[in-house]
């Protein structure tokens, strides 16, 4: 699904084989970027949602519009109508929790 890695500079990367994951590798990149705060806010509504605190929860980013709901994540780019992806509320929490596992290993905080 999504992978999760160090570059060869020191940054970190998301990527995925699968061209429909792809605006999610970029949700993570480019709008959650190595910020602990939206990684931090993420996880909140991510629990919000399952807890069904908030029936969904919907934000926009650098470039990403998120909607969070029990059923679905659909990331889309506000910029690229053709970058779309949907998943499951399980599977993004998965690809969120590497990621923040990737930041705080690059953390100089």
């Given at each position: 699904?999504?992978?999760?890695?160090?570059?060869?500079?020191g940054y970190p990367r998301a990527a995925s084989s699968d061209r429909?994951?792809?605006?999610?590798?970029a949700y993570l990149e480019q709008d959650i970027q190595t910020s602990?705060?939206?990684?931090?806010l993420i996880e909140e509504a991510v629990?919000?949602?399952?807890?069904?605190t908030l029936s969904e929860w919907e934000g926009t980013g650098n470039a990403f519009t998120i909607q969070l709901t029990l059923n679905s994540v659909?990331?889309?780019?506000?910029?690229?109508q053709s970058q779309a992806s949907e998943l499951s509320l399980e599977d993004f929490e998965q690809a969120l929790s590497s990621w923040k596992s990737i930041v705080h290993l690059t953390s100089t905080d």
């Open positions: 699904m999504i992978k999760c890695f160090i570059d060869a500079k429909e994951m792809e605006a999610v590798a602990n705060h939206s990684i931090e629990t919000k949602v399952k807890n069904r659909l990331i889309e780019n506000e910029f690229d």
